[in-house]
């Protein structure tokens, strides 16, 4: 091979390999951050914290202004069911037909105004969300996705179709949550059902080791940089994981006291360790990318 095609294969390679490298860096990045969660939201630890948290009197952002869990919920479902009632075609005969409607409105307001039933309602509602998000059938919510069914029209997630007065409030606190969490990710619930999936994580590690086979075949070319290469993944994964955790830091900075910082805090504190091995790893790398120019060095000047 010539000096010349030698120094085009080289160039290509180089391109190649820093392309690889960040395509490499952003797939090991989502697909930890993507597991991570997965495993934490399965934990002990966040099913305690759920249950031993008063969720009732925690905040979060309603129309840009703080409210408490617990009057968003007593607000939100007693509108809902107050239109309910309101919106019944036998609303009109209601005292004639059902002497005790009123008894049975008045039982539900007030089991919708108690703190202790709505920390305990959002709190069920929260474990079957997130059994939701973990364990729903991703095709059906591809299928959701693709046909463009959301909460609003999803069949059966309605709140009308609740059989009792009690179900309609858990189906209403269920929507209300779905609604933030959608506000708060960006994401809709299918979404999330299929990012977080098992399958889709399987996916990505398997894409993640395919990237990294290729970059260290397409850096053969240019040894010893392949070591650069594979320091500059860590180290990105390092700076990617980091910023992600600063991003979370300065989005809630001041708003401490919102549930969902309180809730996703320790998810943020999983990732540091993470990305300190990430770190270590690169360092590793990077000294074996020094000894090898060393080694090398000496090798070309003993033939020499």
């Known amino acids: 091979m010539t000096n010349k095609k030698r120094k085009i294969l080289k160039v290509i390679s180089a391109v190649l390999s820093v392309a690889l490298s960040i395509a490499l860096a952003l797939s090991l990045v989502t697909t930890t951050l993507l597991s991570v969660s997965r495993d934490y939201l399965t934990s002990q630890e966040f099913n305690s914290m759920i249950d031993s948290t008063d969720l009732a009197t925690m905040k979060f952002t309603y129309n840009g202004e703080k409210i408490t869990l617990e009057k968003f919920v007593k607000d939100y479902v007693t509108e809902k069911i107050e239109d309910y009632i309101r919106n019944n075609p036998l609303s009109n005969y209601t005292n004639f037909l059902f002497p005790l ?61 609740a059989p009792t007065y009690e179900e309609r409030i858990k189906a209403e606190v269920k929507i209300a949550v779905f609604k933030y969490i959608e506000e708060e990710t960006g994401k809709s619930c299918d979404e999330i059902i299929v990012l977080l999936s098992e399958k889709n994580i399987s996916n990505l590690k398997t894409i993640s080791f395919v990237l990294f086979a290729l970059l260290i075949l397409a850096s053969i070319p240019t040894f010893p940089s392949t070591f650069l290469f594979l320091d500059f993944v860590f180290i990105g994964f390092k700076g990617q994981i980091y910023s992600c955790i600063v991003d979370f830091k300065e989005h809630f900075a001041g708003n401490e006291d919102l549930i969902s910082y309180e809730l996703i805090k320790p998810l943020t504190d999983a990732y540091t360790p993470y990305a300190d091995r990430a770190y270590n790893i690169g360092m590793i790398f990077s000294a074996l990318y020094v000894v090898s120019l060393i080694v090398m060095y000496f090798i070309k000047k003993k033939k020499q």
């Open 101 to 161: 409607f009123d008894s049975i409105t008045d039982f539900t307001v007030d089991k919708a105004l108690s703190s202790e039933y709505i920390n305990t309602t959002v709190k069920g509602e929260v474990h079957s969300i997130i059994d939701y998000f973990l364990h729903s059938n991703v095709n059906e919510a591809k299928e959701r996705i693709k046909n463009g069914i959301t909460l609003e029209n999803n069949v059966a997630l309605n709140p009308d179709n």
